[in-house]
Nanobody, 120 residues
Framework: QVQLVESGGGLVQAGGSLRLSCAAS????????KGWYRQAPGKQRELVGL???????NYADSVKDRFTISRDDAKNTMYLQMNSLKPEDTAVYYC??????????????WGQGTQVTVSS
């Protein structure tokens, strides 16, 4: 059974930085890390950014030029570097990936989420 384990969340002052990690653990054939999402209290989950198989990235306008997604395929880990954090970035952050199963089909999976709180 594969799991995505997120870490790195916490409390930070506005203007500060945090680095989130998302690591695949357990038994799996292949993981394709896809991107990060976030959900603020009372709001729907929203896309933060995606990383394509090529390594290219796309970001929501609200985080562009402040957040950077990267991955280490050898470690089956994806990262979200967050700089110049704002109070409106406060949310639970989730990573998302596709897991290839024994039937060669890809199943979309989520991490458990990590809380990021930015104080003003």
């Amino acid at each position: 059974q594969v799991q995505l384990v997120e870490s790195g969340g916490g409390l930070v002052q506005a203007g500060g930085s945090l680095r989130l990690s998302c690591a695949a653990s357990g038994r799996f054939l292949k993981i394709n890390m896809k991107g990060w999402y976030r959900q603020a209290p009372g709001k729907q989950r929203e896309l933060v950014g995606l990383i394509l198989n090529s390594g290219s990235t796309n970001y929501a306008d609200s985080v562009k030029d402040r957040f950077t997604i990267s991955r280490d395929d050898a470690k089956n880990t994806m990262y979200l570097q967050m700089n110049s954090l704002k109070p409106e970035d406060t949310a639970v952050y989730y990573c998302n990936a596709d897991n290839r199963n024994s039937g060669n089909a890809y199943v979309n999976i989520w991490g458990q989420g990590t809380q990021v709180t930015v104080s003003s």
